[in-house]
């Protein structure tokens, strides 16, 4: 009997093989080293002798079809076709000539695309979906993540930094950006719960779902003037905008008391150290769109005290753990305020790592 056929399904993504650049393909598992050749571009050579060459691009996450199509007809021109996103969205183009690389830049450049991200410098930002897409958010992540990379672009063109430094936008605390473990994290905080339209909940939001909905408990039922309803014990909330999730009748975006809290000195790797949370370094920026100006200015100011004063390889956390925090509040002249203490009964030692702040 013969074979049957292979089921076609659309489920899943496609098997990641398919996208490989064949230099990749042919000699997956035999690479022998890799080296920088310059700033944002390095080469792997496999046990064979095969080169591959990699070119490393910003790019600004949320991006129109005019910008991949651009970066598609790079990659079809230089690198027969291949082109990657990393995981903090940069672009990635491959080629096996190394000829490739110099035009390959000088045309990146044409587009006002600069190359770098690599090694001792600042890579793109990962960030979440701000204003534009999501409803619970205290700040933008898109539009703060431009501005901080017009700041520090000169860090991301150029390894100048004692280690890789990487930066997180979440614009809220549920934090679907990695800002729990980055060196450098911005995440947009609300200062005051929710405010209840006791005269909409009916009729927008199921009340039992929107009780379950808060993971602190601080929802309950109530009836006011003989409709049903839901309060808020202010006590308990920490801001997190879940139940506006379940209840539009119950947003908590204010233009105001919103903003933006600085975590630093998080990190993946695991290399010379354990991975390690952020920890609060200032408890509240003001949202000052279309710029942010306090927020880069602290972002910069923090980067040139690391880079300053940490030892060749050291992350941002690594240095801070090593002269110590109260050290490296006195260098960086942050204020050291109550919001830092955290009560929280699981935190790490002494510094606030959880992403409650109560204000
Ligand atoms: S961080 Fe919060 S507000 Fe921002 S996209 Fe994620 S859930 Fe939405
Ligand atoms: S903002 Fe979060 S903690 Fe506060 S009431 Fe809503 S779900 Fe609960």
């Known amino acids: 009997m013969a074979a049957p056929a292979k089921r076609q399904t659309d489920i899943g993504p496609p098997h990641y093989e398919q996208f490989l650049h064949p230099v990749i393909k042919k000699n997956y598992g035999t690479w022998k080293y890799h080296e920088s050749i310059k700033p944002g571009v390095i080469v792997h050579v496999a046990e064979g002798g095969d080169k591959i060459f990699t070119i490393r691009a910003a790019s600004p996450r949320l991006v129109s079809t005019d910008f991949v199509r651009d970066l598609a007809n790079l990659a079809d021109k230089y690198c027969e076709g291949y082109l990657r996103f990393t995981s903090r969205n940069n672009a990635e183009f491959m080629t096996a000539e190394q000829k490739n690389i110099d035009p390959l830049i000088a045309d990146l450049a044409k587009l006002g695309i600069p190359v770098g991200g690599m090694n001792n410098s600042i890579s793109n930002i990962v960030h979440t979906q701000g204003w534009v897409h999501c409803h619970t958010p205290a700040t933008d992540a898109s539009g703060l993540v431009k501005v901080v990379m017009d700041e520090m672009i000169d860090y991301f063109k150029h390894e100048k930094l004692p280690a890789k430094l990487r930066i997180a936008v979440a614009c809220c605390l549920n934090m679907c950006g990695a800002v729990h473990c980055s060196d450098i994290s911005l995440l947009g905080i609300h200062r005051r719960p929710p405010k209840v339209n006791d005269a909409r909940v009916t009729d927008l939001c199921e009340i039992p779902t929107t009780v379950s909905a808060c993971p602190t408990a601080a929802i309950r039922p109530a009836v006011k003037d003989g409709k049903q309803t839901v309060t808020v014990d202010d006590s308990r909330c920490m801001y997190c905008g879940n139940c506006y999730t379940s209840c539009p009748a119950m947003p908590l975006a204010n233009p105001i008391n919103d903003g933006v809290a600085i975590w630093v000195g998080g990190k993946v790797s695991n290399a010379r150290s354990m991975p390690a949370f952020t920890k609060l370094a200032i408890p509240y920026l003001p949202n000052n769109p279309p710029r942010w100006p306090e927020v880069t200015d602290a972002v910069k100011h923090l980067v040139e005290v690391y880079a300053k004063n940490a030892v060749k390889h050291e992350r941002f956390g ?42």
């Open 318 to 359: 690594e240095w801070a753990n090593r002269i110590g925090w109260p050290r490296f509040f006195e260098l960086t002249g942050l204020e050291f305020t109550k919001y830092h203490i955290d009560d929280y009964k699981l935190a790490q030692k002494t510094l606030r790592s959880t992403a409650q702040i109560k204000f």
